[in-house]
């Protein structure tokens, strides 16, 4: 009861920010009512997953500022997961979509045991050397389709099948994103507040400090990164029902992973609206820089030039991100 | 029987030994002040104790249990709390937010903790300042705060790392006010590294005293202070040669 209050309770934001989420939320709510392209759609539809990718990353990133660089093997075991399930064996998403999850989970002990005895860049680069070994192994594994992948033909079932998460249309999918979006959000909403969440913070401040405080440090960022690992996992799963077609290349690399990064730093790390936020500018600038720019033959690669632009401005500006300067320019406001 | 028992104590660091066949009890209800002057292994021996750094030999016994070989954070649940010399505030954390991640070792309810974490900062009065950040505060009330933090945690035995240093002395006084309330109303055990002797004089019942490592001195205030290793290792050897008459 405790926890579902803590969830729904947002009263430590201004009202202002309170009434702008509200806003966006029924916006975003209504939004398929009115015309709009199938691009504009889908866009907002990987701003939702992209924000989910976020918001996991920025538990233990954010809140506890270990920088995660292999979040997309995460992505790959949920959506293989699930695809492989429904494939095979006819499994609706529903099963095989906590059933990535526990894969996802038990691997992240796996891995996360040893790979917390590291600190900082150390971190950074051994979980960029997992993901990639990961994404490696699945491009040899003939059970799942090697580097061709898997693609779930629609045609074998009757749309829109619910179970199965198999839609004609993409209205279906944005509103099941948007669901777990919404989810999302009241859970990182109860774990910034939770009793783990304050240990992170004070493993993020000082690990000695921490430890002497009774936090068993080792084992508080392995319960964390379970928890980014179980939100990735979930908008794989999703991804897999909704792209259709998967292989390696396109949901374990490197890039995916550094964009989750991306998505909560830009953001603001740390804070509850800064993955949405980031998302919020980087996935329509990216589609739209690519379909714009990217379509004239000798402009090809530019999209990706202007968006390492302004994360570099970011970064050397305002490392706490976009959420960092709202934040720096109240207090001024206050004082 | 004691509270805490160090016996032969030896930390090495590489080649240095940081803290060289340390022995020495504390009983429960005491007030133990930690002198020597820099580079003593002071902190070290904190370290060690609290279980940060693993000790090269020599055993450590609390409340009956030996800690030797357990991590800091078990000796936190066992109830040893300390404070850090330098606490580097650089964190987004408030100060009542500080005191809860304290608290929050003993409970898992949010509500309990954010309960305590009141209490500590309305008896350490500090519930006005309970919604900034620590990094924002003076010195006085940010060592106020790392002592109300390890004061959430309940602790038996409460190791203070040099709580009193670059304070003015009204906040001396009213530091030591606080260490008293924690030792008289709420019973808790304490050993203080400190180099402001006014603080360590006042209120340690016993002085131990660390030189290169070494323990070279434990006794009451008043012997230690004669004591002419004592006086040796902070003033050198000219100046007790100088001073034999008035030493005694």
């Not at chain 1, 099963?95 to 600190?119: D, T």
């Not at chain 1, 690519?290 to 530019?302: D, M, P, Q, R, T």
């Not at chain 2, 060289?20 to 060690?48: H, Q």
């Not at chain 2, 350490?124 to 933090?149: C, F, H, I, R, W």
Request: contains cysteine.
């Amino acid at each position: 009861m405790e926890t579902l209050n803590s969830a729904f309770d947002f009263s430590d934001f201004p009202r202002l920010d309170l009434f702008i989420a509200g806003v966006a939320a029924v916006l975003l709510l209504i939004f398929p009512v009115f015309p709009h392209s199938s691009f504009a759609m889908a866009t907002l539809i990987q701003f939702f997953m992209f924000s989910l990718y976020g918001m996991g990353w920025n538990t233990i990133g954010g809140y506890g500022g270990q920088v995660d660089l292999g979040k997309a093997q995460y992505v790959g075991i949920g959506a293989y997961t699930t695809a492989v399930m429904l494939i095979r064996w006819d499994v609706p998403f529903w099963v095989s979509m906590p059933i990535g999850v526990c894969i996802s989970v038990g691997w992240s002990f796996i891995i996360g045991y040893p790979l917390f005895r590291l600190k900082g860049h150390y971190f950074a680069i051994a979980t960029i050397a997992t993901s990639l070994v990961l994404k490696d192994l699945f491009e040899v594994w003939n059970f799942v389709g090697a580097a061709r992948g898997l693609e779930i033909s629609p045609i074998k079932y009757n749309p829109p099948d619910f179970l199965r998460l198999i839609f004609k249309e993409d209205v279906y999918y944005y509103y099941v994103i948007f669901g777990f979006f919404l989810v999302g959000i009241l859970y990182i909403n109860w774990f910034r507040k939770s009793r783990l969440g304050f240990q992170l913070r004070s493993i993020k401040d000082n690990e000695n400090v921490a430890r002497s405080l009774g936090i068993n440090v080792h084992w508080a960022k392995i319960k964390t990164y379970a928890i980014a690992t179980g939100f990735v996992s979930v908008v794989g799963s999703f991804h897999a029902c909704y792209i259709k077609n998967i292989e390696p290349e396109d949901t374990m690399s490197l890039d995916i992973s550094i964009l989750i990064a991306l998505m909560a730093m830009l953001g603001g790390a740390g804070s509850l609206w800064g993955p949405i936020i980031g998302a919020g500018i980087l996935i329509p600038l990216k589609s739209y820089l690519k379909e714009w720019l990217g379509a004239s033959a000798n402009l090809v690669g530019i999209d990706l030039i202007i968006y390492a632009a302004i994360i570099m401005l970011i970064s050397a500006t305002e490392p706490k991100g976009v959420w960092g300067i709202i934040e720096k320019i109240r207090r001024r406001k206050r004082s | 029987m004691a509270l805490l028992e160090v016996r032969h104590l030896i930390k090495d660091f590489g080649g240095l030994r940081a803290n060289d066949d340390i022995s020495f009890s504390v009983e429960k209800g005491d007030i133990i002040g930690l002198i020597g002057p820099n580079g003593a292994g002071k902190t070290t021996l904190f370290n060690c104790i609290s279980g940060l750094h693993p000790v090269t030999s020599g055993s450590i016994v609390f409340d009956g249990e030996d800690i030797t070989r357990l991590k800091a954070h078990e000796t936190a649940q066992r109830g040893m709390a300390r404070t850090f010399q330098v606490y580097a505030a650089s964190g987004d954390l408030t100060v009542e937010e500080n005191v809860m991640v304290g608290c929050y070792m003993r409970t898992r309810s949010r509500a309990k903790a954010k309960y305590r974490a009141g209490e500590l900062l309305n008896s350490l009065n500090l519930q006005d300042l309970s919604d900034y950040q620590v990094g924002e505060l003076p010195v006085a009330a940010q060592k106020k705060v790392t002592m109300a933090t390890a004061l959430g945690l309940d602790p038996k035995l409460l190791l203070l790392d040099e709580v009193a240093a670059g304070l003015n002395p009204s906040e001396i006084e009213e530091t030591i006010a606080v260490i008293k309330h924690v030792h008289n109303d709420l019973g808790i055990t304490v050993i203080l590294i400190e180099h402001v002797m006014a603080l360590v004089m006042k209120i340690s019942h016993r002085v131990v005293v660390l030189d290169y490592g070494k323990k070279i001195a434990d006794g009451n205030p008043k012997s230690v202070s004669k004591d002419p290793r004592v006086i040796k290792a902070y003033l050198g050897e000219r100046y007790v040669n100088e001073h034999k008459e008035e030493l005694g």
